[in-house]
């Protein structure tokens, strides 16, 4: 019990966020009441509903390698959603903290709390920082007693629910729905799941409890603006969207000017802020490690190994856009239009893809209608149109619309335009004509009624197999290999024939381990490639101990498809692709269809997730 305390203690305090913390404020100086619970209530759920999703979702794979797939396919969102809340932290920080108190150059203080979050976070792990997360809310526990202890408090927070006009109708809908999926695409979310699912904690009451203290937070928070001017509570509705009243509570208490208050705010504002900063350099860290080299792709190799693998250019990034912002003047709704618009609508695909098992659009298509909200909704706030500003998050939501019953189309790996695993080629649910057209009607029927669990080849711990044997994990054959002199070339790295002779070793012995009772003597078939294809990514040298991987992705009547990648012993990505199998007859040559056996051994290793597009 302690522990899932600590957890859901860390996964609310790091979900805090400059919006958290002062747009929050803004909300409830403009609306009262009305505003704090419209925006503490879709935040609490959405972080409970985050975890009850999770814990229900229809990938039965592990979460880690769920988490690890879903990023790096989304890498581009998942990171742009990161370093915007990065980005919004700082800039809330300084323009709503730092500069309402007067405090001496507070761009500079800014990048000293950035440098602090980052430096803490190298040296320590998730676990350790999650135990950490409790001393802070112990410490924010404290200041907020000497706030309410100092500050001059008249008792009239619940006066009233009153909201004066459609600006706050207009505001909600983008809001609620931000808020209430705003967990999906966090990286820091993802990563806090992952670990608690493996330490067998519950994520539906992890989660659960991680929105009550969330949403307790919040109601702290908000009270600060109804205590220092309990007129407030009322609800003020200036009228105007974009009124930007999120440094109140430090306008405030600088006039006060009692430094027992000053310093208690800041302590709860800057160790609110700080646990998301610290978590977002340990979350960005985890993703970038995994992923950055192999999309740099070529590139990677004129690049330091070090920059590559290091999340701290996106935190200067990130500081160098507070600082622009707060240069330019602008408020906290800029960064706000993003999570109720583009990011909504990956969101809700990423969702979906959970809940049912099959997106509603590609991440390309998500992002276009993503993009046409986040137009819609900055047209209505800098025009100061309501009717935009509400309708903009329905467009996102469009995203769900399905793509047609004919589109069980095959996604790319490459551009982290997928969600799901491959689905399978949509030619299958196609007549195709000619006197073999009813085998694809056979075919759908053999996988929708194949017992997957029981007839697939079975995970192995590595540790306990010779190299040679090679073992499944998630779905990947796997052979470990040691590249010799035989495989360089004159300047001594490898030579780029071997990557494919390693793939075609490792697929025979695929082969050989799912299809035990082949013979080649006595086979009405055989296996011959159509195509290949190999991305060159990282170079690597004699003597290297690498890990070939293999596993089914695809297939139709015709063909099969396989994907590989061959890792370095740091689990760097050296090279991965994919080729076409083809069966022909053993005596006649001429092209058949994917015969049962190869059916009944394949599909065995392949995720109910990219079968299911065939029942």
């Keep these: 019990m302690t522990s899932i305390l600590f957890w859901s203690g860390s996964s609310a305090i790091a979900w805090l966020w400059g919006l958290g913390m002062f747009f929050s404020l803004h909300f409830t100086a403009s609306y009262g009441v009305a505003g704090l619970l419209a925006f503490a209530i879709p935040n609490a759920c959405g972080l ?7 814990s229900r979702r229809k990938d039965k794979t592990k979460l880690r390698a769920l988490a690890e797939r879903v990023t790096s396919r989304y890498f581009g969102p998942f990171m742009l959603y990161q370093f915007l809340a990065v980005s919004l932290t700082l800039f809330a920080l300084a323009r709503y903290l730092f500069v309402p ?6 761009m500079l203080l800014m990048v000293c709390v950035l440098l602090a979050a980052m430096t803490l976070a190298d040296r320590m792990s998730l676990a350790g920082l999650v135990r950490l997360h409790a001393g802070y809310l112990l410490v924010m526990v404290l200041a907020y007693i ?28 983008p809001v609620a729905l931000g808020l209430l999926f705003g967990p999906w695409l966090d990286l820091q979310q993802w990563q806090r ?8 904690l519950s994520l539906s ?22 205590g220092i001017q309990p007129e407030l509570a009322r609800g003020l509705a200036p009228g105007v969207i974009g009124s930007d009243l999120g440094g109140l509570v430090a306008q405030s208490v600088h006039g006060l000017g009692d430094p027992v208050v000053i310093a208690a705010l800041i302590v709860w504002c800057l160790v609110g802020l700080f646990a998301t900063l610290d978590s977002s350099r340990l979350a960005l860290n985890w993703l970038v490690e995994r992923v950055a080299a192999e ?83 900055a047209a209505g706030y800098l025009g100061q149109a309501p009717l935009l500003v509400a309708l903009s998050p329905f467009v ?17 790996d490459d551009g982290a335009d997928a969600l799901a695993p491959l689905m399978v080629d949509s030619k299958l649910s196609q007549p195709l004509g000619g006197p073999s057209s009813a085998a694809a009607v056979v075919l759908a029927d053999q996988l929708s009624h194949q017992n997957v669990t029981e007839t697939g080849p079975q995970s192995a711990d590595p540790t306990k197999l010779s190299w040679t044997e090679g073992w499944f994990d998630e779905r990947w054959f796997n052979i470990k290999l040691i590249s010799t002199y035989s495989d360089t070339n004159s300047v001594g790295n490898v030579y780029f024939a071997s990557y494919i002779s390693w793939v075609g070793k490792v697929r025979e012995l695929f082969f050989r381990r799912c299809m035990p009772g082949f013979d080649l003597k006595e086979t009405p078939f055989y296996i011959l490639t159509r195509s290949i294809s190999h991305k060159f990514i990282r170079e690597t040298r004699e003597f290297e101990e690498l890990l070939v991987k293999v596993r089914v992705d695809a297939l139709n009547r015709k063909f099969v498809t396989l994907k590989h990648e061959i890792r370095d012993s740091k689990d760097n990505l050296i090279g991965k692709g994919e080729q076409t199998l083809m069966f022909v007859n053993a005596k006649s040559y001429g092209l058949v269809d994917v015969p049962a056996a190869v059916i009944s051994s394949f599909t065995a290793t392949m995720p109910e997730t990219h079968l299911r597009g065939l029942k």
Aim: aromatic content about 12%; some cysteine.
């Design 193 to 200: 799941a992952a670990a608690m699912e493996e330490r067998g």
């Design 295 to 377: 999309k740099l792709g070529p590139l990677a190799a004129f690049l330091p190994i070090g920059l590559i693998k290091s999340s701290t250019p996106l935190f200067v990034l990130a500081a160098g856009l507070a600082a622009t912002g707060l240069i330019a003047g602008v408020d906290l709704q800029y960064y706000m239009l993003c999570f109720a618009s583009l990011f909504l609508a990956y969101s809700v695909v990423l969702v979906s893809e959970l809940l049912v098992g099959r997106s509603a659009a590609h991440g390309f298509q998500a992002g276009l209608f993503g993009m046409m909200a986040l137009c819609l909704l």
């Design 205 to 226: 009451k992890g989660y659960g409890l991680a929105g009550l203290v969330f949403f307790i937070l919040l109601l702290a928070n908000g009270a600060l603006v109804l």
């Design 48 to 54: 409970a509903a985050f975890g009850f999703i999770l």
């Design 146 to 173: 000497l706030l309410q202890s100092f500050m001059p408090w008249s008792g009239e927070m619940t006066s009233g629910l009153a909201v004066k006009d459609g600006v706050f109708w207009a505001y909600l809908p």
């Design 101 to 106: 108190l007067d405090v001496p150059a507070p």
């Design 396 to 412: 996102a939501l469009l995203a769900l619309l399905p793509r047609g019953p004919e589109v069980v189309e095959q996604i790319s």
